[in-house]
């Protein structure tokens, strides 16, 4: 660890600590800074999302973990903010309501800490570790590991329970000949109906990304004149009980190239004319959807 020259009555460590439980470098950390100032405060960052991948833990489980192997530290938390200048102000305030008015602070972080975004008041001290260990990368351990256990079924359903509910986003695609007479629709290999051509919203692709993406990887063709018709919430099988749901983007788009060809989970394309008895040809999931393009087809016949 690197030293600091001047001295500090407090010292103030900032972190996540997003692990099941402390490793060498978070324990030389604060062993450092606990031999340098008499008063030790842990700010651990708070962020507005709860039971994420990069935001696993609840400032209480952290907080309890930090002080079984520190009970004589302070252990409060700092919220996530959208700016840096906002969530340095907030810090600067919260550590004066901790802190007499001739006492002395300095900020402590490791690696890749918050120290370069922080724009506050208080002194900052990049601590150099000896030993680097990834937290991402022993969540990723985790995420492979089942314990034969009570106390892991415990933390497995209080995740669950303390997330936000999902709504999922998805996209359902009525594919129309140059003529708008006929629809491509797809058939699953265990189902006798067909159904539009669609998917799921991958994360950092907009809705249109996903359309082509989509009808390339089921129909094996691309598509232009992409249109937005409605949304609908979805009466998925696999969701019913369940909190979390789905809400798709309907869309109509224009067959441009390609030979349809079935893909992915689909294992028939196949041409339709466009008419009110097709209802009769589709899953039942996906009848309403069908019904708005009818009522489309039928607004654009002269």
């Excluded at 209080?158 to 997330?163: D, G, L, P, V, Y």
């Excluded at 993406?213 to 009466?235: C, H, P």
Aim: a negative charge; proline letters at 4%.
């Amino acid at each position: 660890m690197q030293e600091v020259s001047k001295q500090y009555n407090i010292g103030v460590i900032v972190a996540r600590f997003q692990v099941d439980e402390l490793h060498e470098a978070h324990v030389e950390l604060i062993q450092h800074v606990k031999q340098k100032h008499r008063k030790v405060i842990v700010f651990l960052g708070l962020s507005p999302l709860k039971c994420t991948q990069e935001n696993p833990l609840d400032f209480e489980a952290r907080k309890q973990m930090l002080l079984c192997t520190f009970p004589d530290i302070n252990v409060l938390y700092i919220a996530d903010q959208m700016h840096d200048d906002v969530w340095s102000n907030t810090l600067d305030q919260q550590i004066r309501h901790l802190v007499g008015p001739t006492q002395t602070v300095c900020l402590y972080g490791g690696r890749d800490s918050f120290i370069s975004r922080y724009s506050g008041k208080y002194d900052t001290q990049e601590l150099l570790q000896e030993v680097f260990t990834s937290g991402s990368a022993r969540r990723k351990e985790l995420s492979v590991s089942v314990k034969a256990n009570p106390a892991f079924r415990h933390g497995v359903i209080w995740a669950t329970q303390n997330r936000y509910p999902v709504c999922y986003p998805t996209v359902d695609v009525a594919v129309l000949d140059e003529q708008r007479s006929r629809i491509l629709l797809g058939r699953k290999k265990d189902e006798k109906k067909y159904r539009l051509i669609g998917g799921f919203v991958e994360p950092g692709h907009t809705l249109e990304q996903t359309v082509r993406k989509e009808v390339m990887e089921e129909a094996g063709i691309e598509v232009n004149g992409i249109q937005y018709v409605s949304s609908f919430v979805i009466d998925d099988w696999r969701y019913r009980g369940e909190v979390d749901n789905i809400t798709t983007s309907l869309f109509t788009a224009l067959y441009t190239f390609g030979k349809p060809t079935p893909g992915d989970d689909i294992y028939e394309v196949r041409w339709f004319d466009i008419s009110n008895s097709l209802l009769d040809d589709v899953v039942d999931g996906h009848k309403m959807l069908l019904a708005a393009v009818l009522h489309i087809a039928a607004q654009q016949i002269p």
